[in-house]
């Protein structure tokens, strides 16, 4: 083989190689950036218990994200009621792997204790049911990151924002932490939910 030659094939080499390293860094990012997950970056929660809560240790998990305020005495306790119902009537080998998030939009009230209390009164399953609340600041991140109330940027010249104002949509997350499914959360479809959140167990 002349020098040109292997030099050619050598370059060819090179090239597919950067290639290959490129393409590779734009999947990874790819994927972190459409993670549902990314939205909670950079934010601090904590759960019923008063411990920090870890977004991260949802991998691996079929997830379904709603968010509720304590003090709410209409939709909050109806859809919370509704996913318990949900919880308890997934089969066991489901609902090992199906974890449930509460996040308070109501961060000055609803302390860990309020959750806890509201938690057990609605009889939810804690072993795979966490109810998380966060700094007033991380609470806003997370509205407007999914537009909780609607388009952040027209929301910005409102003097108040309150928690009733909120969107009842529930968000449903696969074990690789992408969204599969944005339900409406008023009325609540719990044999449709129950069912995904089944076969995405199995997956």
């Not at 590779?24 to 909670?40: H, I, L, P, Q």
């Not at 968010?67 to 919880?87: G, M």
């Amino acid at each position: 083989m002349k020098l040109s030659q292997w030099f050619k094939q050598y370059l060819l080499l090179i090239a597919a190689l950067v290639f290959t390293i490129a393409t590779e860094a734009v999947s990874k990012e790819g994927s972190s950036a459409t993670s549902f997950y990314s939205n909670f970056e950079e934010l601090s929660f904590t759960d019923q218990d008063s411990h920090a809560y870890q977004i991260a240790k949802l991998s691996g998990k079929v997830t379904l994200f709603n968010f509720i305020y304590t003090q709410c005495s209409s939709v909050c306790p109806l859809q919370t009621k509704a996913l318990q119902e949900i919880q308890q009537s997934l089969p066991p080998e489901t609902g090992k792997d199906v974890q449930f998030i509460s996040v308070s939009l109501d961060p000055l009230n609803d302390t860990p204790q309020k959750l806890n209390a509201y938690a057990k009164r609605m009889h939810a399953d804690l072993n795979h049911w966490s109810f998380i609340t966060g700094k007033p600041e991380s609470i806003e991140k997370i509205a407007n990151r999914l537009s909780l109330y609607g388009n952040p940027v027209l929301n910005k010249d409102k003097k108040v924002v309150r928690p009733n104002d909120h969107s009842t949509a529930l968000w449903l997350i696969n074990r690789k932490g992408e969204l599969m499914m944005r339900y409406s959360g008023n009325p609540l479809d719990t044999q449709r939910i129950s069912k995904e959140l089944t076969q995405l167990s199995k997956m």
